[in-house]
């Protein structure tokens, strides 16, 4: 069974400092991780996701299988970074998402 | 990238009855999920809707009570029958895009409470 764990519910952190979210996941085979935000009032959205190995808002995340994880990083936060993120994992192809718990990210001007 | 129109966005319904959302897709698709968010937790996938065949349901999720249809490959709709309180949450509908790389798109969500 695929499961993501995230494990804190919420984060806060001043403006300007580095940000991570972390994100574990248990998978047998090669899965495929992504990064989703929710801004207030907004839908879900992707943010990232591993295989594109791209810098999305200035947030960064590297698939480490030895350890099975994925973290979130960004090293100054801004206020507009401000929502809930979830991580999440896809067993390649059209295949359902499994979404951790999320993390409530807090920015502090 | 797939524009997701779901509805209702928000309803208040009495206990007993039953609530029909809506999700349209401004494109083809060949797969459509539907999720539920309970307050405080994680999405759960509720069941895959493919069109011309029925829905495959997750565990603890079953027919009569979310039943599912997809007519075509743009729309499809989500019944959650005879509410309880405990039915009381965000149901998004979303779906894949073919591309290099399925990525997943959402609806906006359809909060319910049931009194």
């Known amino acids: 069974a695929q499961r993501v764990t995230q494990p804190e519910k919420l984060l806060s952190v001043f403006k300007g400092a580095p940000v991570e979210l972390k994100c574990n996941y248990s998978y047998s085979g090669s899965p495929e991780l992504f990064w989703y935000v929710q801004y207030s009032r907004q839908r879900l959205q992707l943010l990232l996701r591993?295989?594109s190995r791209e810098s999305i808002k200035g947030f960064t995340a590297d698939l480490n299988k030895g350890e099975t994880s994925f973290h979130l990083k960004k090293p100054f936060a801004q206020e507009e970074d401000s929502a809930m993120y979830y991580c999440?994992?896809?067993?390649?192809?059209?295949?359902?998402?499994?979404f951790g718990t999320g993390t409530k990210l807090q920015v502090i001007p | 990238s797939a524009v997701i129109s779901q509805k209702p966005s928000r309803d208040i319904c009495q206990r007993g009855t039953s609530l029909t959302i809506q999700c349209q897709v401004d494109s083809q698709v060949t797969m459509m999920f539907w999720y539920r968010q309970q307050p405080g937790q994680s999405l759960t996938l509720i069941a895959t809707a493919n069109q011309g065949s029925e829905a495959t349901y997750e565990s603890g999720f079953v027919i009569d009570k979310f039943p599912i249809s997809r007519p075509n490959l743009t729309f499809s709709t989500l019944t959650v029958s005879n509410m309880s309180p405990e039915d009381s949450s965000i149901y998004l509908c979303s779906v894949e895009e073919a591309g290099g790389v399925p990525e997943a798109f959402f609806g906006q969500g359809t909060r319910l409470t049931v009194v």
């Open positions: 999440a994992l896809t067993s390649g192809g059209y295949q359902k998402v499994t």
């Open positions: 591993h295989i």
